[in-house]
């Protein structure tokens, strides 16, 4: 639940002055892109807990991830790592288990069994 609150707070937090280039560029595209609002909150905790814990995502919350797009996952993926709570976390094994997270979800799209 911890989590979840959280994540919520990371998806209404905005870039505050004083953060560099590269950041605001990833906070506006966010914002441009609405990444924060194409999932229901039920999915955004699954997809935190698969990449900032251990967990799965189920295929109702993988076709939510797909939707939100790979640009937006990884802009709030990044947008993350760069919160103090999270920033002790390994970087390179946080983007890995989120670049996975993706592929097992783009996958299961294109199995045949999702499509029936």
């Known amino acids: 639940m911890a989590s979840l609150i959280a994540y919520s707070f ?13 950041t605001k560029k990833n906070e506006e595209f966010i914002i441009e892109n609405n990444c924060e609002f194409k ?26 991830l797909l939707v939100l797009g790979k640009n937006c996952h990884h802009a709030l993926v990044k947008r993350t790592l760069e919160n103090p709570i999270f920033k002790s976390l390994d970087r390179k094994t946080i983007m890995h288990k989120s670049i996975t997270t993706w592929s097992k979800c783009h996958e299961l799209s294109r199995s045949p069994s999702a499509s029936a």
Do not use: P
């Open 10 to 22: 990371l998806l209404v937090l905005f870039v505050t002055s004083g953060v560099v280039i590269a």
């Open 39 to 64: 999932m229901d909150l039920s999915c955004v905790s699954e997809v935190f807990d698969s990449i900032f814990k251990t967990g799965s995502v189920t295929n109702k919350c993988c076709g939510e």
